[in-house]
């Protein structure tokens, strides 16, 4: 992200209003627009350096240039290490990985085994990007990375595969609702499994903690700028395990908030279609179609779900651990970063 990016000039935080939602749903648009994916290695470099420049104070205000260099950069690094996120698991690359493995998961006649082998592809692609996305201030080894990935796809492959089996074993419903929980039931194990995967992938960061950080007024700011300092270089106050498991719990239910609209609307309206004439008679339009009406719904939901909560939370310092009371910045405030 741009605040990683280095100068003593603090880059504004967005174009938008990021205290409403819908500021933060404007927001979360622009840096998960999948035009963002396009962009070269030289492009980034090329974004890097022009907020470089306004950090340094080089260039005087913000400009069109200037946004759009801020949301490429937003878009593509990750807000606390500064380094590239790989781009089959970047947010803006979000709908196109998950459209890939749900082509999978609809593939007609999959029998047990199919369906196992894409749940475990769809898990596997949960924990990359919830591990890609996730706060980095305690970071993981690679032991802890490989017992978090088998948990994790273990737990929630189990948990979907589980609910998938409930529909045939339902028999007092009638054949049309039992056809609508058929399309539903899939999407509700992806869902649930989803919400699971983050607790079990990011559970390290409850139980270690993450970086809190003061909120710093604007005249707090001046001073570090008079100093030749970024509020970015001050240490944090210390690593808050509350703060880990607000950041983690907002996380998995923007999760459930992204897939609930994806796991109903399509599922609704395909059942639909299916009773037009046109779809009787070409029934090979059926997958394509239904991957259509995900992926429209998929563009549409990704960030009112993303925006339901802050990136950068910002909560009282005494509402976390008693060592950090008294401790918080301007209103008594400390901020940490969600992750996505």
């Known amino acids: 992200m741009s ?13 938008y209003d990021l205290n409403t939602y819908w500021g933060r749903v404007r927001h979360t648009a ?9 962009v070269s290695s030289a492009g980034l470099t090329d974004a890097k350096n022009l907020l470089v420049a ?10 069109p240039d200037l946004w759009k260099a801020k949301k490429i950069v937003d878009s593509t690094l990750h807000p606390d290490t500064g380094e590239a996120v790989f781009l ?17 998961m609809l593939t007609p006649g999959l029998g047990n085994r199919g369906t ?25 080894s690679w032991s802890k990375i490989a017992q978090s990935y088998f948990l994790a796809v273990g737990a929630s492959c189990s948990v979907a595969v589980g609910l998938n089996s409930l529909v045939p074993r339902l028999k007092s419903i009638t054949p049309s609702t039992r056809l609508i929980l058929g399309r539903l039931v899939p999407f509700a194990a992806v869902a649930s499994a989803g919400a699971l995967n983050v607790f079990l992938m990011r559970g390290e960061e409850i139980r270690t903690g993450i970086d809190v ?3 710093w007024s604007q ?9 030749g300092k970024s509020p970015s270089e001050v240490e944090s106050l210390g690593k808050s395990q509350k703060a880990a498991t607000l950041a983690v719990g907002e996380t998995a239910v923007s999760r459930v908030l992204n897939s609930s609209p994806i ?3 399509p599922a609704l309206a395909l059942v639909r279609f299916q009773r037009t004439e046109w779809l009787k008679k070409n029934p090979r339009w059926t997958t394509p179609l239904n991957l259509g009406l995900i992926l429209v719904t998929s563009y549409a939901v990704l960030p009112l779900a993303l925006a339901a909560f802050p990136q950068r939370q910002k909560v009282r310092a005494d509402s976390l651990e008693e060592r950090f009371h008294g401790r918080g910045g301007e209103g008594g405030l400390v901020e940490f970063n969600r992750g996505i």
């Not at 306004?54 to 400009?63: D, E, L, V, W």
């Open 213 to 215: 950080f003061p909120v």
């Open 116 to 140: 196992i082998a894409w749940q475990v592809a769809n898990q596997s692609l949960n924990v990359a990007i919830n591990y890609s996305n996730s706060n980095k201030s305690s970071p993981l």
């Open 219 to 227: 005249k707090a700011k001046e001073a570090f700028a008079a100093q």
């Open 54 to 63: 306004y950090k340094n104070g080089q260039i005087p205000n913000m400009t």
């Open 88 to 104: 089959p698991f970047r947010m803006s690359c979000f709908v196109l990985s998950n459209l890939v493995v749900t082509a999978g």
């Open 3 to 15: 605040a990683s990016l280095p100068g003593i000039r603090p880059l504004p935080d967005s174009q």
């Open 263 to 265: 796991m109903v609307i």
């Open 30 to 38: 622009s840096i998960t627009d999948p035009r963002t994916l396009l």
